[in-house]
């Protein structure tokens, strides 16, 4: 066999596994998501709508959505208090970028730290990836999207968009929740992640 054509054969074979990786992975995060939105306990449902939940509408998976971005560290940022949907002031501070193509356009997406939740064992290597881009208000909550991700160990973080999830008030004004920062638009449509929940505007 031709040695290019093995060699092509031999990529081909390492992205359809990667990609089966990635799917499972996708698939895990919406089975854990519906769990809890199915638990009496941990659901941002409200009562009525609870008693009627099945499971959350996804778009369908789409592993060009899942990206390998380049990390960038920005050491020495200032804190600041995120903007909430309520009076509430939350303290972050910007912890890196993640740089990357999609669809052919240049990128750049700020990752941001808790400065709360960091003081938790639980959270000390979380980061917070909150975005919105073209489908918000249509296909996607018009709030905007979130991504939870973990400090990388090296110079690339995978950012993947079939994991974007609605922030809680997307299901219920009672709670308060983080307002992606402008320079986090993303100007085109990214059909992945979580949907927009039907009856949210009866929850308001």
């Known amino acids: 066999m031709h040695r290019l054509t093995l060699l092509c054969i031999l990529i081909l074979g390492n992205m359809m596994a990667q990609d089966s990786i990635n799917i499972k ?19 941002p449902l409200t ?30 940022e200032t804190p600041f208090i995120m903007k909430t949907t ?3 002031e939350p303290v972050y501070v910007k912890y890196g970028e993640a740089h990357f193509t999609l669809q052919e356009k240049e990128f750049i997406l700020n990752i941001y730290q808790s ?6 064992s639980e959270y ?21 999207r979130f991504m939870d991700l973990t400090i990388p160990e090296g110079d690339n973080i995978l950012i993947d968009f079939n994991t974007a999830y609605n922030p809680y008030c997307a299901y219920s004004s009672r709670y308060s929740c983080p307002i992606p920062p402008e320079e986090n638009h993303l100007d085109l449509e990214i ?12 929850n308001k």
């Open 25 to 43: 992975k996708i698939l895990v995060f919406q089975s854990t998501l519906n769990e809890e939105f199915a638990s009496e306990e941990k659901s």
């Open 47 to 76: 009562s009525k709508d609870f008693k009627e939940f099945k499971e959350l509408d996804f778009f369908a998976i789409d592993t060009s959505y899942s990206i390998m971005a380049k990390f960038v560290r920005t050491p020495y």
């Open 86 to 88: 309520t009076e509430r």
């Open 115 to 120: 400065q709360g939740l960091k003081t938790q």
């Open 124 to 144: 000390e290597n979380y980061l917070f990836l909150p975005f919105t881009d073209l489908t918000n208000g249509l296909t996607s909550y018009e709030g905007g």
């Open 191 to 202: 059909p992945a992640g979580v949907k927009n929940y039907k009856n949210h505007e009866e």
